[in-house]
T-cell receptor, first 113, second 118 residues
Framework: AQSVTQLDSQVPVFEEAPVELRCNYS??????LFWYVQYPNQGLQLLLK??????LVKGINGFEAEFNKSQTSFHLRKPSVHISDTAEYFC???????????FGIGTKLQVIP | DAGVIQSPRHEVTEMGQEVTLRCKPI?????LFWYRQTMMRGLELLIY????????DSGMPEDRFSAKMPNASFSTLKIQPSEPRDSAVYFC????????????????FGEGSWLTVV
């Protein structure tokens, strides 16, 4: 069975500083990986996804993530955060051949002015 | 293009009452998901449907919860009787699966139904 671990529940970072949100997954088969963002009082929306090909994936709002198969990780990065990036970020995994997505517990990113 | 529409957005109800949450998926999507989000447990998949048929309801917490999808454009999640521990945000989401082993397109979420049971 697939599982997702987000190692940090909260990450405070100063505005314009870089940030990395960590995600590790566990699966016995190949997977697809996603990052979703949830702004306060809203639903989740897709930031980026890895399906195949290049392991470096670029998403919206300047975010990117790198798939590392050997370390079973899919960390999310942004070189310079903005106040508007304050939100909760969810890593998710989907096993090949299935439609059931498993989400991590979420990481709250707080950008400090 | 309308997204996933959920109603009500907010509901406060007394313990023991029946609660019905409603969802209209994006037109043309063939998968529909119900998730529950709490501080303690994060985002949990309760049940999902494919072409209106329930595929996996292993996440439904107990018999007090039931979900239906009578047609491609409507689904309900019902809690009867409701309890304070059911207080959470309930999200409906939908997606369109491509053929073969390729994964579905993005899962699109509604804005959630915020349920408080007192």
């Amino acid at each position: 069975a697939q599982s997702v671990t987000q190692l940090d529940s909260q990450v405070p970072v100063f505005e314009e500083a870089p940030v990395e949100l960590r995600c590790n997954y566990s699966s016995s088969v190949s997977v697809y990986l996603f990052w979703y963002v949830q702004y306060p009082n809203q639903g989740l929306q897709l930031l980026l996804k890895y399906l195949s090909g290049s392991t470096l994936v670029k998403g919206i709002n300047g975010f990117e993530a790198e798939f590392n198969k050997s370390q079973t990780s899919f960390h999310l990065r942004k070189p310079s955060v903005h106040i508007s990036d304050t939100a909760e970020y969810f890593c998710a995994v989907l096993e090949w051949g299935y439609q059931k997505v498993t989400f991590g517990i979420g990481t709250k990113l707080q950008v400090i002015p | 293009d309308a997204g996933v529409i959920q109603s009500p957005r907010h509901e406060v109800t007394e313990m023991g009452q029946e609660v019905t949450l409603r969802c209209k998926p994006i037109s043309g999507h063939d998968y529909l998901f119900w998730y529950r989000q709490t501080m303690m447990r994060g985002l949990e998949l309760l049940i999902y449907f494919n072409n209106n048929v329930p595929i996996d309801d292993s996440g439904m917490p107990e018999d007090r919860f039931s979900a239906k999808m009578p047609n491609a454009s409507f689904s309900t999640l019902k809690i009867q009787p409701s309890e304070p521990r059911d207080s959470a945000v309930y999200f409906c989401a939908s997606s369109l699966r491509q053929g073969g082993l390729r994964p579905g397109n993005t899962i699109y979420f509604g804005e959630g139904s915020w349920l408080t049971v007192v």
